[in-house]
């Protein structure tokens, strides 16, 4: 039989066979491949075919000895992992390496053999010839010791210092040194001093609000750079020569007058200090006697205004500034008719009483006047000669930026109420006036002029009289105040000298809505009550004050005797039915009529002399003050005490609310009721 | 300009005002109406006591700034307006 060599077997491999028979024989194995064998003719080997199976063989069944298995040779390493899991820094997480090295090394061995070129092997080379040129340089050295010079005298043997190469033989013991000096250059000094830069100390804060400051003026020349660039560039040669004449006239202009803002600011300081307890007053005092007078209140005197031009002028009218409550707006002139002359506009600040903000000089007396709601630097002016203008504080102009003359218009007698009304529908300013001539005008500010409008003419009577030439005349009366409809816009109130109350409209030119007999002498006021629309009050020289409904016109809703001529009359801001007047007597009366319909709550003399008579009134906006002018130019401004304005209680939660116009209504309407007729 | 001239003598002619003093960004006064001595005292002075209180404000909000600045004492009142290149000083006895 042939012995079958047993392979060598690799670890890890494994050789596909079919299950085989363990023998008692172990060198030879039944395999399939062993058919060559064809030593069938071995006895022993036949006979060899006996099972000896071993007691802890697996008894398993023909079909599962039939069982095929498969067995794969891979080059796979079975004791390198398979899976082998590192940390990757770059990624934070565990990751599974992909491959894994499936050599496993059994033996190693290092050889000794270089390579012939490598520096080693030259190296080792070297030394090798050199042992062997040792000897025969020892030789000629010996031979050459006998006949040569000794200049260092020394023989030593070459042995202990072998040189690394035949070529180059250096002696290191036998060597000379030779030394010679240079001549010194002898030493120069040269030196320059210079000025030195000019220093100057420089300290500075990094604050926040100095970089803000920076980042403020970058941001502003970057708007300055993307405006300019929008200019036509023809101008630019224009604009840059006019430029530098500007700029050196700023720095040659005395430096005081930049300070003009912060002198404005003191000035009020000052004054505040001085009049200290006035503005206390103002804010705070609060008359405490008032709870035990029911029905009767209190003026308190806070400033008094007055200018040393203006003191011969009488205040003919005043008006409070809508949007800055603390300014308002006073015109000068005069009453009397046999003494004219100028006028004067000043306006005022309660911050600063002793000196007016602007001061304007008229040639004629100003007569009435007028703050635009909306445009407060426009003030319309009414003047004695019957002229109107149009004062504009933003421009430092001495006289009105817009004036009718004597072409355009203008009114033949004093206009004694002007009146801003809505912008047109072109957007231009419009204004009306009123005056003795008898008609009232609607004045347009176009581009830089005044267009007229009669808006109506005042008529007496129905029927034309005879003229001298038996022309037909229509005699016109002399309108002396008027007043707008807060809601309805096309409705005003015209009062005249003959002491009618014409109640007309915008749109109809020749007729008059209503005509009312309110008066025996010239009506004064006619003021709309601010919260209830169909109520008026009119005040006139015969000493009365009347409250009016304009749906009932044939009998006055009140009637109040006054004792003197009544000058002004107007109506409180925060109440419907709170309202004050003044009398030529020099008193104020201040009405409510929620607490008592026939007589005032208050009537205050108000002037130092008693001969002087009050000539106007107004409330302010905001505050609970008045503002009362005399004939001598001085201006007052009182306090109501809290009897004089009482207003309806507001609910809780409810404080912050403004006034409730229907409340106001409402109250209004309960005491009309009272005395209304019961059959209207 | 003369309008201004026309402030600081109402101003210096107002009641109880002892003394006004316009000084510059440098803390050097430009114009006075007391004497030499006090007046640069006053405007060195005060004039650190601006800077230090507008840089108060302003760190504490940058946007916004000193209008200005009252100092009262027991004999009289120091008012002090700034304005962006000068400082205006009025001493003011308020009780006068």
Known sequence: MAPKAKSVKPPGSTIGAKPSKMKGRPKIRDDDDMTEIGDLGDDSYVHGKTLVKPDDQLDLTEVELKEEFTRILTANNPHAPQNIVRFNFKERTYKQTSSVEQIAIHFALDGNMLHKDSDEARRQRAKAGMGESKSEAALSEAGEEEGGEGEDGEKEEVVEAPPPKKESLRNQFNFSERASQTFNNPYRERGTATEPPPRANFSSTANQWEIYDA?????????????????????????????????????????????????????????QNTFDDIAQDFSYFEDASDEFRDQEGTLLPLWKFSFDKAKRLAVTSICWNPKYVDMFVVGHGSYDFTKQGRGMLLFYTLKNPSHPEYIYSTESGVMCLDIHPIYQYLVCVGFYDG?????????????????????????????????????????????????????????????????????????????????????????????????????????????????????????????????????????????????????FISCS???????????????AMFTFDLNSAVGDVAWAPFSSTVFAAVTADGKVHVFDLNINKYEALCEQSVVQ???????????????????????????????????????????????????????EIAKLDKILSLVREPDN | MSEVEETIKRIQSHKGVLGIIVVNSEGIPIRTSLDNSTTVQYAGLIHQLTMKARSTVRDIDPQNDLTFLRLRSKKHEIMVA???EYLLIVIQNPSE
């Open chain 1, 215 to 271: 980042y403020y003026e970058d941001l502003q020349k970057q708007e300055k750079a993307k405006d300019k660039t929008k200019q036509i560039p023809t101008y630019r040669k224009e604009d840059d020569k006019t430029k530098k004449k500007l700029v050196a006239m700023e720095t040659a202009s005395d430096d005081i007058s930049r300070v003009t803002r912060a002198a404005k600011i003191v000035e009020r300081m000052v004054n």
């Open chain 1, 387 to 535: 002229s109107v203008g149009v004062f504009n504080t933003q421009e430092k102009r001495p006289g009105p930026v817009y004036k009718s003359t004597a072409k355009s218009g203008k009114h033949t007698d004093p206009v004694w109420q002007v009146k801003w009304q809505k912008d047109d529908l072109d957007n231009n300013l419009n204004l009306y006036s009123v005056s003795s001539d008898g008609r009232v005008v609607s004045w347009t500010l176009v581009k830089d002029e005044l267009i007229y409008a009669d808006v109506i003419k005042l008529t007496v009577d129905d029927l034309p009289t005879e003229g001298p030439d038996g022309t037909q005349l229509q005699l016109l009366g002399c309108g002396t105040s008027f007043d707008f409809h807060k809601k309805i816009d096309y409705l005003f109130l015209v009062g005249t000298e003959e002491g009618k109350i014409h109640k007309c409209s915008k749109a109809y030119s020749s007729q008059f809505l209503d005509t009312i007999d309110a008066h025996h002498m010239a009506v004064d006021a006619v003021r709309w009550n601010p919260f209830h629309p169909d109520i």
């Open chain 1, 541 to 555: 020289a015969d000493w009365t004050v009347k409250i009016w409904d304009h749906n009932y016109g044939n009998q």
């Open chain 1, 609 to 663: 002399k008693k001969k002087t008579k009050l000539t106007h009134i107004e409330f302010n906006p905001r505050h609970m003050i008045i503002c009362v002018g005399d004939e001598r130019g001085y201006v007052t401004s009182l306090k109501l005490s809290p009897n004089l304005r009482k207003v309806p209680k507001k609910k809780k939660g409810e404080e912050n609310v403004g006034i409730d116009h229907e409340i």
């Open chain 2, 82 to 84: 700034p304005d962006k």
